[in-house]
T-cell receptor, first 112, second 117 residues
Framework: GESVGLHLPTLSVQEGDNSIINCAYSNSASDYFIWYKQESGKGPQFIIDIRSNMDKRQGQRVTVLLNKTVKHLSLQIAATQPGDSAVYFCAESRYNFNKFYFGSGTKLNVKP | GAVVSQHPSWVICKSGTSVKIECRSLDFQATTMFWYRQFPKQSLMLMATSNEGSKATYEQGVEKDKFLINHASLTLSTLTVTSAHPEDSSFYIC?????????????FGNGTRLTVT
C-alpha cells in the first residue's frame, strides 16, 4: 500500500543544538499528520499534529512544517536534550478518518 | 486522560498455541481501536481496525483467521494470535482516540512483546 517514508534513519546531534527530522508521504489524500516519539519498549507518544490546511504549527520546543506541494513534513526540536533521544515517526491519516499509517522512523541520538 | 492499557506487557508461548492480548481504554470509550505490529527497528504496521459491535476490518495482507479481533465493549478490544509461529514474534500495539470527531490523535498502549518459541 502507500507509505510514508523518511530521508534519514539516524540523526546524531549535540545537546543544545536544534534537530530537524524529515518525512515524505506519498498519498495526496493525506489530510492530517502527527509526529510521535517512541522510547524503547514503549508505545508511541504524541508530540504534535498538523492539519492539511496549515503549513506550520508550533508547540513547546517543537515545530512541525508541512509542504503539501512536495508532500514533505518536518519536525524541528529546539535546544535538543538527552531526554529527546528516541525514535520519531510521522504518521498520516486521510479522508477524515482516524486510521494512521506510519513512516519508517528516525532514531535521534543526543550526545551530551 | 486518554490512557490506553495493554495486557500482558510481554508473553512467551510455544509454537502452535494461541495468545490473547487485551487493549483497554481506561478513562474513555472507544468505538474504534487500531492494532499495529512492529518488528525490531522497524515502523508500526497497521494490522486492523477493531469496531465495537461489528467485525474488524483488516489491512491488505493481514490474515483475519490468524489474527482474531473482538471488540465486545466500548473499552475493550482483544487480539488473539492463533496457532502462533516464531515469525509471529513481534511487538503488538493497540491505539484508540477518545474523541468522536475525526482528525484527533491516537493514544497508544505500551505494547505487548510476543515471543513464540
Amino acid at each position: 500500500g502507500e507509505s510514508v517514508g523518511l530521508h534519514l534513519p539516524t540523526l546524531s546531534v549535540q545537546e543544545g543544538d536544534n534537530s530537524i527530522i524529515n518525512c515524505a508521504y506519498s498519498n495526496s489524500a493525506s489530510d492530517y499528520f502527527i509526529w510521535y516519539k517512541q522510547e524503547s519498549g514503549k508505545g508511541p507518544q504524541f508530540i504534535i499534529d498538523i492539519r492539511s490546511n496549515m503549513d506550520k504549527r508550533q508547540g513547546q520546543r517543537v515545530t512541525v512544517l508541512l509542504n503539501k506541494t512536495v508532500k514533505h513534513l518536518s519536525l524541528q526540536i529546539a535546544a535538543t536534550q538527552p531526554g529527546d533521544s528516541a525514535v520519531y515517526f510521522c504518521a498520516e491519516s486521510r479522508y477524515n478518518f482516524n486510521k494512521f499509517y506510519f513512516g519508517s522512523g528516525t532514531k535521534l541520538n543526543v550526545k551530551p | 486522560g486518554a490512557v490506553v492499557s495493554q495486557h500482558p506487557s510481554w508473553v512467551i508461548c510455544k509454537s502452535g498455541t494461541s495468545v490473547k492480548i487485551e487493549c483497554r481504554s481506561l478513562d474513555f470509550q472507544a468505538t474504534t481501536m487500531f492494532w499495529y505490529r512492529q518488528f525490531p527497528k522497524q515502523s508500526l504496521m497497521l494490522m486492523a481496525t477493531s469496531n465495537e459491535g461489528s467485525k474488524a476490518t483488516y489491512e491488505q495482507g493481514v490474515e483475519k483467521d490468524k489474527f482474531l479481533i473482538n471488540h465486545a465493549s466500548l473499552t475493550l478490544s482483544t487480539l488473539t494470535v492463533t496457532s502462533a509461529h516464531p515469525e509471529d514474534s513481534s511487538f503488538y500495539i493497540c491505539s484508540a482516540s477518545p474523541r468522536v470527531v475525526f482528525n484527533s490523535p491516537l493514544h497508544f498502549g505500551n505494547g505487548t512483546r510476543l515471543t513464540v518459541t
